[in-house]
């Protein structure tokens, strides 16, 4: 063994120096969530919908992971994570890097982007700043619309604290009795039923000098705050402050003693609406000492839970400001464009009573015969593909069965209807709705049960795991034969957020393929234990261990005197066992990039370790959400795609599929997609040794390159429309 094999095969990689927490890893990705707001070369309203998108992302990032944290600290959990903290530990470094984030947020919307919106004619303004016109028409407005919803709610000696709703956003009243002078404290709810930004008429807009606004408005809160006299007929106000409360939303249901698993669901989005224990409480910078300690101890919260808000709370309903009609004010619109492979595709027309396909050319069918497709969302138009895949082999009368997983969906799903025409015409549907898909649950009730009533067969998943792999078998009858045809993508079958997130499919009828997904639908509706397949990479089962093995096989190459290539695509990377595993592949030799939007556990660049990895994150206009896996193999190229990113939840508790690409100009593709990626200077970031990001900028004399604007240009060039 050499010197340096011998030195590097002496080093622990399961340090805990070697790794980066997850929760701080995900506190970054936030950042550079909020820097597109801070970046002056994204758009106004782009920027307010960032700041939106920021906020919006920490509620949930409270609501489940500081509160599975919390859970363990009341637990007396003293498991380390891998970078080597306790539950505590991380609480407290979660507190210490976000309170700056946050300040960083609120100073952005209250110096700076309110007075640029200003310069646009839009005026978010505060009610004290009203002219005394404006304040007529707003308490008229109180009274004919805010003031019948509103509940005041005492709290005293006879009226016990009320429960606060989770992310409801309240005013903390104190009034004080003209007889006794005696204070009194109440809490006044502002309904989420109402806009949360409250918009003047037209003849009203006008602000100082601009008589031309093109929007003028104020917080609901304030209007209800300066009219809360109504509310309390013979009591003096003496102030008001608002606040607003994140709770425990993460489910808990026993699987194991649910006789029906979709009843016990149920029962704990019931519990979700209010929320379990309180886990951050976020308030005013000007609320006084005494009043934030009566809700720390009502709420049963500490120091630590308790965030200043030096503006508005809740700054999420930002996303009310995309509704102004200012397209100059956006990123420039995109539509999904049908690439030219796609475009001798005849088109279901829903409702057609004779159920035929009509229209010239080619069914979808013969077009994947021909060859392997790989379409690329948002960029490829995801109804004129998918979704047209889908609603062709509902209407088909050669297709015999159709079989699907659907993990989220939009609420008022095309495909849903698709697959409920596919029953009525007699076709045999089954579909796996993942009842546990976090936030959709609710969403995915409704669809099961719509789906059950048409005659489909609904499984609802597998105790123990999430289903979140992304397939669709199709059976159809042939010449006597049965060909099976599939698609296995890395997103959700969602029109909706197929145009928001970048995501992969491929449709095929190989055989090995179509074999591999009829015995996987097997697993997940019956009894079948199968764990190996043709081609599949599958999880629980066989991912973890061939993904691992793929990077030894690198590495190994590169120890016999060849060279390793790796270019991995994904959400995350959280999983200790593959990490370890690119660690041994880097010693090696094997030249690593990694594209990861989110959370990376892993760290870069260190000397003897990590030298030969490199780790950037795209944020961009898209939510990257595709997953691609690039193998050098000594020549004999392989490249993957797939639902599965490198966590262990994916690969250890997630039904997951990942597929191979036969097809070598697909793969081809692939590999262009990637190395567009990793040339991007607009919207990459590098991740550095101490767990920093730097964002890339292009230099001087260099064009600057945005991976997700050259897909778009891509994308029309493919429809022939450049």
């Known amino acids: 063994m050499s010197q340096l094999n011998m030195a590097t095969s002496n080093i622990n990689l399961k340090d805990p120096k070697y790794y980066f927490n997850r929760e701080l890893s ?184 601009d008589q031309t606004a093109l929007w003028t408005g104020v917080p609901l809160e304030q209007v209800i705050a300066h009219n809360l006299e109504a509310l309390f007929p013979g009591m003096i106000v003496q102030e008001c402050h608002a606040f607003r409360v994140t709770r425990n939303a993460d489910l808990s249901v026993e699987e194991d003693e649910a006789d029906d698993l979709l009843l016990a669901i149920e029962q704990e989005l019931r519990k979700r609406h209010v929320g379990k224990s309180a886990v951050r409480l976020e308030i005013h910078t000007s609320t006084p000492e005494s009043i934030k300690l009566r809700l720390m101890e009502d709420l049963e919260l500490e120091e630590i839970d308790i965030y200043d808000i030096d503006g508005l709370l809740g700054l999420k309903d930002l996303f009310y400001f995309m509704s102004i009609p200012r397209p100059d004010l956006k990123d420039p619109s995109w539509s999904a464009v049908v690439p030219t492979f796609l475009q001798r595709v005849k088109e279901v027309v829903d409702g057609n009573e004779d159920g035929k396909i009509e229209g010239e050319g080619e069914d979808i069918f013969s077009l994947i015969r021909h060859s392997d497709l790989l379409v690329h969302h948002p960029y490829h138009s995801f109804v004129a593909s998918v979704q047209q895949f889908i609603t062709q082999s509902a209407y088909d009368p050669d297709v015999l069965a159709i079989k699907m997983t659907l993990y989220r969906t939009s609420g008022d799903s095309p495909i849903v209807n698709a697959l409920i025409t596919a029953a009525e015409n007699g076709k045999q549907v089954a579909v796996l709705v993942e009842l546990k898909a976090r936030f959709d649950e609710e969403n995915n009730i409704l669809w099961a049960r719509r789906l059950e009533q048409a005659g489909v067969h609904v499984v609802y998943g597998l105790v123990g795991l999430k289903t979140h792999t992304k397939v669709i078998l199709v059976v159809r009858r042939e010449s006597n034969k049965m060909r099976r045809y599939v698609h296995i993508g890395t997103g959700n079958y969602n029109p909706k957020t197929a145009k928001l997130y970048t995501d992969l499919g491929l449709l095929t009828c190989r055989e090995e393929l179509g074999a591999d997904l009829t015995d996987l639908f097997n697993f997940l509706t019956g009894y ?61 030799g094997v030249k690593i990039d990694l594209i990861i939007r989110g959370i990376c556990c892993l760290r870069p660049k260190v000397e003897g370790i990590s030298d030969n990895i490199n780790v950037i994150s795209i944020i961009g206009r898209f939510l990257e959400h595709s997953r691609i896996f690039y193998f050098h193999n000594g020549g004999d190229e392989e490249i993957y795609i797939g639902s599965a990113d490198w966590m262990t939840r994916n690969l250890s508790r997630r039904v997951e599929a990942i597929t191979p690409i036969d097809d070598p100009n697909i793969a081809k593709e692939l590999q262009e997609i990637l190395g567009i990626m990793l040339a991007d200077n607009r919207q990459a970031w590098e991740l550095q040794t101490d767990g920093s990001y730097i964002q890339r900028y292009s230099s001087d004399n260099g064009p600057e390159q945005s991976s997700q604007n050259i897909f778009m240009e891509m994308a029309l060039k493919s429809a022939g429309n450049v």
Not at 133 to 149: C, G, M, N, S, W
Request: charged residues 25%; glycine residues 2%; proline residues 6%.
């Open 26 to 209: 995900w506190l970054e990705f936030n950042y550079r969530v909020l820097h597109e707001s801070l970046d002056e070369r994204t758009p106004l309203l782009e920027r307010l919908k960032f700041l939106a998108i920021f906020s919006s992302n920490l509620d949930e990032f409270f609501m489940v992971r500081v509160a599975a944290l919390k859970q363990q600290v009341q637990a007396n959990v003293i498991k380390l994570s891998p970078d080597g903290l306790t539950p505590s530990e991380q609480l407290i470094t979660i507190r210490n890097r976000l309170r700056p984030l946050v300040k960083e947020q609120d100073h952005l919307f209250e110096y700076t982007l309110r007075s640029l919106l200003i310069a646009q004619g839009i005026y978010l303004i505060n009610y004290v700043d009203l002219d005394q016109e404006q304040r007529t028409y707003l308490h008229q407005y109180f009274e004919d619309y805010i003031f019948p919803v509103l509940t005041p709610l005492a709290v005293d000696p006879s009226h016990p604290f009320p429960y606060i709703s989770n992310l409801s956003l309240n005013l903390a009243v104190i009034v004080r009795e003209p007889d006794t002078n005696e204070e009194r404290f109440a809490r006044v709810k502002v309904p989420q039923v109402l806009p949360r930004f409250v918009a003047l008429p037209k003849e009203l807009r006008h602000q100082e000098d």
């Open 528 to 588: 079948s234990r199968q764990k190996s397949y043709r081609k599949l990479l599958v999880a629980p089962f066989s991912m973890r261990d061939r993904m691992i093995g793929m990077i030894r096989r690198e590495a190994e190459h590169c120890r016999n005197g060849g060279s390793g290539r790796i270019v991995a695509k994904m959400n995350a990377l959280v999983d200790s066992p593959i990490i370890e595993a690119l660690y041994k592949a880097s010693q090696a």
